[in-house]
């Protein structure tokens, strides 16, 4: 229940700073202080979707539903001083081994990257027929990018847009990571479980932000939210409620801030603190950003031991579910139900 729940929070905070595009339309990934970056331009794509690809790996994806294109990018360790043409050389061997009839191919190499592009038959078992799949497999950090079509049949210039859009990609050296750069990068970090590399971004963002303030409303909302709630799963509760309160002090009644307040509390076993932050969540729930919804409190690991008392059940139906609270006639809580030996 611990990892679901954590999981839905940290997706809604990255899908708000998900939504808000750079000015120039790119988007920097990057592997926290390895001093190297891929720039993407992702003009008409939107996130869909970040887990980890293997142990210890990364993989983001952005699709663009209107030329039918899944772009993903695997962040993969080692193989750092490998050449452009050994890492070309052992993906292609991969494609050989995996039995795929490639009609075509496109390949070449930079003093950064090798890449790849071919039209394979039946890739996917559906749907059937040719898919178009076009691969870039940077040196630096091994990072595989994928630019995938998911047309049965591509029509004619498919191919060359992938060949463009893979050149579009752009490796980038030793760089200064901005504030949004660190926001953008810490909540798929969050998001996907990798919790040092998700404090280390936000951490980065959030003192950065207070030195020069520069994100958008939007932005500075996802980075409070996503890093108080990381600080506290980290047990760091002054850290944590130092990043709340700053937000407050932008946003005074913005509602996820006191929500992340309660479970700071139910954490502690302080009822009365938990129930007063809850409250005050749902006095504003009108200024949730579109999209947001509180979660159910009474699933929420921050408030299991709260949860056991009946009090506390029922201050919190009243708040957020007085529908049920009056089906029950009397306001009492139902009892969790008993499970069968």
């Not at 050389?89 to 930079?110: H, M, P, Q, V």
């Not at 750069?181 to 959030?206: E, H, K, P, Q």
């Not at 509180?294 to 009946?310: C, H, T, Y």
Request: aromatic letters at 12%; one cysteine or more.
């Amino acid at each position: 229940m611990k990892k679901t729940v954590a999981f839905a929070f940290f997706l809604s905070c990255f899908c708000i700073a998900s939504a808000c595009e750079q000015p120039e339309k790119k988007v920097r990934f990057f592997k926290p202080n390895h001093g190297w970056a891929i720039e993407v331009p992702f003009s008409g794509f939107r996130i869909l979707d970040s887990d980890q690809y293997k142990e210890k790996n990364f993989k983001v994806t952005a699709v663009n539903e209107s030329r039918g294109i899944y772009f993903d990018i695997y962040f993969e360790p080692g193989a750092r001083d490998h050449d452009s043409k050994k890492v070309r050389d052992f993906y292609e061997a991969n494609l050989d081994r995996a039995g795929l009839s490639r009609e075509k191919i496109s390949r070449w190499e930079t003093p950064s990257a090798a890449y790849l592009v071919y039209t394979a038959r039946k890739v996917w078992k559906e749907p059937e027929g040719d898919e178009l799949n076009g691969d870039m497999y940077l040196c630096k950090g091994s990072t595989w990018v994928d630019v995938r079509f998911t047309k049965p049949y591509p029509a004619e210039g498919d191919e060359r847009t992938v060949t463009d859009l893979l050149r579009s990609v752009r490796v980038v050296g030793a760089f200064e990571p901005s504030a949004e750069d660190n926001v953008f990068m810490g909540n798929l970090f969050c998001y996907s479980g990798f919790g040092d590399n998700c404090l280390s971004c936000l951490g980065a963002a959030f003192e950065s932000e207070k030195k020069t303030p520069s994100l958008s409303r939007e932005l500075r909302i996802a980075l409070c939210q996503n890093y108080g709630n990381a600080l506290r799963m980290k047990n760091d509760r002054g850290k944590a409620l130092e990043v709340l309160n700053y937000g407050l002090a932008h946003d005074p009644a913005y509602p996820m801030y006191f929500w992340i307040k309660a479970r700071i509390f139910g954490d502690l076993g302080d009822e009365e603190g938990a129930v007063q932050m809850l409250q005050a969540a749902a006095d504003n729930k009108k200024l949730l950003l579109p999209g947001e919804k509180f979660p159910d409190p009474r699933q929420d690991e921050a408030f299991k031991v709260l949860g056991m008392k009946s009090s506390f059940r029922m201050r919190v139906t009243k708040m957020f579910y007085p529908e049920e609270e009056g089906d029950k006639g009397g306001g009492e809580s139902k009892e969790p139900p008993k499970t069968s030996k």
